[in-house]
Structure formats: C-alpha cells, structure tokens
C-alpha cells in the first residue's frame, strides 16, 4: 500500500470541516484549515462552484429569480453570496419588489439595511448603483439611509 493510500484509509475523507481527534479544524483527508493555503485559481474554482450552486438554490427558492435580467439576477446573486441566502431572504421588501420589477424601489430598499449602513456600505452602494444604471437612472453618491453625521 502506498503512502497516500495508507493515509486516506486511516485519516478517512470528509468534504466539510470537522474537528480532528486533536481538536483542529480539519478537512479532506487531515488536512488542518489552519496550514491550508490555497492558490488563485483554485479560490476561482471554488468561486464558480459557489455561484452554480448558488444559481441553483435561489432559483428554487423565488419563482421571479431565473426570469429576470442577467444584471438583475447578478445583484440578487452577489447580495446572497455576501450574505448568505437565509440572510438575504430577510430582505423581503426588497425581494418583493424585484419580483415585481421595481428596480427603482429595490434600488432604494436595498440600502435601508444593517448591511447597506454598517457591514460593506460601499459595496451595498454599488449593487444598489448597478440596479440604478440597468434601468437609466443615475447612480446615487451616497446611501440615503446614512445620515451626514455617521
């Protein structure tokens, strides 16, 4: 039996995280999250299939989503990808009128959040801005749910 083999036959294989008897993050076959270092390319991989998946589960999820605009579909896709799609569901006003196709509103509702005004507001700026520009409307400077002195 070779190295690898004996390795994967007594480390055992697991596609998620879970604690080694040692108690570290571990993945794949004893691989401690700690060490892993990964290059460029294989993040990009991970990214893609991320984002097919991801495909996958919001179309399941909302009737409107695989219907709508390429860009339309991006924004949904990059909110839930930052926020996770349980997360993003609870932007149902926002949901709502995507479904409808009011991108205008959804544009302004978007950034009436705890994401758009303190996780990454400028990148809630930007989605919002994308939505903005898609439909012929000028982009926004700054989010009207943040007041000046914040």
């Given amino acids: 039996?070779?190295?690898?083999?004996?390795?994967?036959?007594?480390?055992?294989?697991?596609?998620?995280?879970?604690?080694?008897?040692?108690?570290?993050?571990?993945?794949?076959?004893?691989?401690?999250?700690?060490?892993?270092?990964?290059?460029?390319?294989?993040?990009?991989?991970?990214?893609?299939?991320?984002?097919?998946?991801?495909?996958?589960?919001?179309?399941?999820?909302?009737?409107?989503?695989?219907?709508?605009?390429?860009?339309?579909?991006?924004?949904?896709?990059?909110?839930?990808y930052q926020l996770g799609v349980t997360a993003f569901s609870k932007f149902k006003m926002t949901i709502a009128l995507l479904k409808n196709k009011d991108y205008e509103g959804a544009s302004i509702e978007m950034l009436d959040s705890k994401w758009a005004r303190n996780d990454t507001p400028g990148r809630a700026l930007e989605l919002s801005n994308n939505l903005r520009k898609f439909i012929g409307l000028n982009p926004l400077d700054s989010n009207p749910y943040i007041s000046e002195e914040e």
Avoid: N
């Avoid at 990964?38 to 991801?54: A, G, I």
């Fill in 1 to 80: 039996m070779s190295l690898i083999d004996s390795i994967k036959k007594h480390e055992g294989f697991s596609p998620v995280v879970y604690k080694c008897t040692a108690g570290y993050d571990t993945i794949g076959y004893g691989k401690r999250i700690k060490y892993l270092k990964v290059t460029e390319e294989q993040s990009l991989e991970w990214l893609k299939e991320d984002l097919e998946h991801l495909h996958y589960v919001l179309a399941d999820k909302y009737d409107w989503f695989l219907p709508a605009e390429e860009e339309v579909k991006d924004i949904v896709m990059e909110m839930a």
